[in-house]
């Protein structure tokens, strides 16, 4: 019974740490699609008040742990300022995401006013886009929002973020030795337990 204990301790370990392999899932392709918006100035048009989102493609090595990446760069020109605009003009940059030849859309939501001094650009948080990829997994893809983005005049930019985390479908051989590793364990922990006659 000494011989069997390492054994079957040596079939439960192989069968956590086949889950957790199995936890792990393969590098995701993410693409990210461009929006741009021209003249958003409120009561005129106006050749200023650009917003553009150029979207870039990354390959994450993804796990169930969430991680963060970049999903593009943004510019938000600003020309002469508006004094006396009361208009706040809402839109949506709808931004095409490819995830390993699947694709959905984020719909990111944002209004444009001023002040005067400044012109701003407010926006929303959207909702994730979820991909399924069947016995592959579900992958979840949240950007996180601008906030506000400001400018007295002139070109202001930056990097747009966004989170992937995967839950991967483990593979039918993984619950096999899953379930073998349990029952292992089941039978030692019977084997340990004191007969009721003594």
Do not use: K
């Amino acid at each position: 019974m000494s011989t069997a204990r390492p054994f079957i301790r040596h079939i439960a370990a192989a069968a956590l740490v086949s889950a957790s392999a199995a936890a792990t899932a393969q590098p995701v392709v993410i693409e990210v699609g461009s929006y741009a918006n021209s003249g958003i100035g409120a009561e005129f048009a106006t050749p200023y008040d650009n917003f553009t989102l150029t979207g870039q493609t990354s390959t994450i090595a993804a796990s169930a742990a969430p991680t963060v990446f970049t999903l593009g760069t943004f510019l938000f020109e600003v020309g002469p300022n508006c004094w006396s605009c009361t208009l706040t003009p809402s839109f949506n940059a709808l931004l095409d995401v490819t995830v390993d030849g699947m694709t959905h859309q984020f719909d990111l939501p944002y209004s444009w006013y001023s002040n005067g001094p400044n012109d701003f650009l407010s926006f929303a948080t959207p909702a994730p886009v979820m991909f399924d990829f069947g016995n592959l997994g579900l992958v979840a893809i949240t950007i996180e929002s601008l906030g506000i983005v400001s400018s007295p005049i002139g070109t202001v930019g930056g990097n747009v973020y966004g989170t992937i985390a995967v839950t991967p479908v483990p593979e039918p051989g993984t619950y096999a030795l899953l379930l073998a590793g349990l029952g292992a364990i089941s039978v030692v922990a019977r084997r340990r337990r004191p007969s009721a006659a003594g």
